[in-house]
């Protein structure tokens, strides 16, 4: 079973928007399918899987949003479509491995409350690491921003308003893993969103989080720390 299984990257629970005053939070859960395996080795006698075809994500609990403060947050999705496999490298037995995601011509971000859109957006990458080829739960950074507001506004205001217009999301993945062999996935642990205080920054973004992406996973996985 575990030979069959494959990983993609994916978005995980914890959303914090940094802004002047205290930022906000906001916790949720979540899935994805992914399709179109590849060759690439993986974990545990896996391959890569070549593309994250949907992800959703339900809100669980949150802090600091006005928009948010009187809503039932289980009826709160975030929805991605349509990410390709870009760079990768594969884990060894006592190395470290990674796969990038980023969004193909036909990706799609969408912020939903109770089916209604509440916002629009543009996925730009998602990543997961794993400490080597064994390890089947891994964890990560990705990166997302609105570009427009849906049939109420509020949540598309308050997060463009935090960030300085720029409308970045961006998430750390605690961690992600496979619940069968079929490309089905699950997300547990918390996810970082932080935002960007100038408009046009987002391309910044994966180069600033490459940077100290090592630091953080190290810090993530030392000695007693939680994985969930």
């Given amino acids: 079973m575990m030979t069959s299984m494959k ?9 914090v928007f940094t802004s002047a005053g205290a930022a906000q939070t906001l916790n949720y859960t979540g899935t994805a399918h992914a399709t179109n395996l590849t060759a690439i080795s993986w974990v545990a006698g896996s391959t890569m899987w070549g593309t ?16 948010l403060a009187s809503v039932d947050l289980s009826l709160l999705t975030f929805n991605f479509t349509n990410l390709d496999l870009n760079t990768y490298q594969s884990p060894g037995g006592a190395t470290s491995g990674f796969e990038r995601y980023t969004a193909s011509g036909s990706a799609t971000f969408e912020v939903r409350y109770n089916g209604a859109l509440w916002a629009t957006g543009t996925p730009v990458f998602l990543r997961t690491e794993v400490d080597n080829n064994l390890d089947t739960h891994a964890i990560g950074t990705g990166s997302a921003f609105l570009t427009g507001a849906g049939t109420s506004s509020s949540f598309y205001d308050e997060v463009m308003s935090k960030t300085s217009g720029s409308g970045i999301l961006n998430f750390t993945i605690t961690d992600f893993y496979p619940v069968d062999a079929a490309g089905n996935f699950a997300s547990v642990g918390s996810m970082t969103i932080s935002a960007v205080p100038e408009p046009g920054a987002y391309a910044a973004i994966a180069g600033g989080l490459g940077l100290g992406f090592a630091t953080w996973r190290r810090r993530l996985r030392r000695p007693g720390a939680s994985r969930s």
């Fill in 52 to 67: 994250v075809q949907t992800a959703a994500f339900t809100g669980t609990t949150q802090s600091g949003f006005t928009s």
């Fill in 7 to 15: 990983k993609c990257c994916l978005l995980l629970p914890l959303a």
